[in-house]
């Protein structure tokens, strides 16, 4: 929907077309006068975007990427998954076997230039068009080309800052940290983000 709202044309992937066709059919509903470039596929669809974000449960994300490793071939694959699991009332973090989540679906297509992004905005800001999204998103990568495309698409949504949080290795430590901010949501009754302070410049 950010990504639509500041003009990028955006190709909704699903398992299933008909299930994509649903879901984009009712956001454009909510936002009835706007032009938002968004169009509909199954997964293998979406794959054919220039730049392809990874959005699904943990543990589909690997899977899915991996069935459409031709496809993905020498293009920027942003992860966005969370490894979480719910015990009680809390979120715990979950490692999956190469430290993230990101790490797994960079194995899963090793051509791909894999970059993580994106893990701690809520889904419901990042829907909310009538305001902006104010939060910093950090971004790690084994490729530069991948760090630099992930952060110019963040810094195309008003109020989001990307910042370079250095190789894939940091991904595990970014996608626990959501476990802890969705905790937190829930103490507060609240959809926070996260705003780093001290960088240069500021
Ligand atoms: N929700 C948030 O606020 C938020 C924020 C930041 C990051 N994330 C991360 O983004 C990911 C998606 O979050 P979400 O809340 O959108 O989750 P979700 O609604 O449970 O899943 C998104 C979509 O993934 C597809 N899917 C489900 N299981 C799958 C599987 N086993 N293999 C392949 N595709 C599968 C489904 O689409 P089809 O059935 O149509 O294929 C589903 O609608 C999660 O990893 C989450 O940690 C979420």
Redesign the pocket.
């Known amino acids: 929907m950010r990504l639509a709202a500041v003009g990028h044309e955006v190709v909704l992937g699903?398992?299933?077309a008909e299930?994509?066709e649903e879901?984009r059919a009712g956001l454009l509903e909510l936002w009835p006068g706007r032009e938002l470039a968004i169009g509909a596929a199954d997964?293998a669809g979406a794959a054919a975007a220039d730049v392809v974000v990874v959005?699904?449960?943990?543990?589909?994300?690997a899977?899915?990427v991996a069935a459409l490793a031709e496809a993905l071939d020498g293009k920027v694959v942003i992860s966005?998954?969370?490894a979480?699991t719910r015990v009680g009332k809390e979120f715990q973090p979950l490692i999956p076997p190469r430290g993230s989540?990101a790490a797994d679906v960079q194995a899963a297509v090793p051509r791909a230039l894999v970059a993580a992004a994106?893990?701690?905005?809520?889904?419901?800001e990042l829907g909310a068009l009538d305001h902006p999204v104010e939060c910093d998103v950090l971004v790690c990568s084994d490729h530069p080309e991948a760090t630099e495309v992930t952060s110019a698409l963040i810094a195309d949504i008003p109020g989001m800052r990307a910042l370079d949080a250095g190789r894939l290795t940091a991904a595990g430590a970014i996608e626990s940290l959501?476990a802890v901010l969705i905790g937190m949501n829930v103490r507060y009754r609240t959809r926070l983000s996260v705003r780093l302070t001290g960088l240069p410049g500021e």
Do not use: E, I, Q, Y
Request: glycine share 4%.
């Open positions: 699903s398992r299933s299930r994509a879901v997964n959005a699904t449960p943990w543990d589909g994300a899977p899915t966005m998954a969370n979480l989540v994106f893990h701690h905005v809520p889904a419901k959501t």
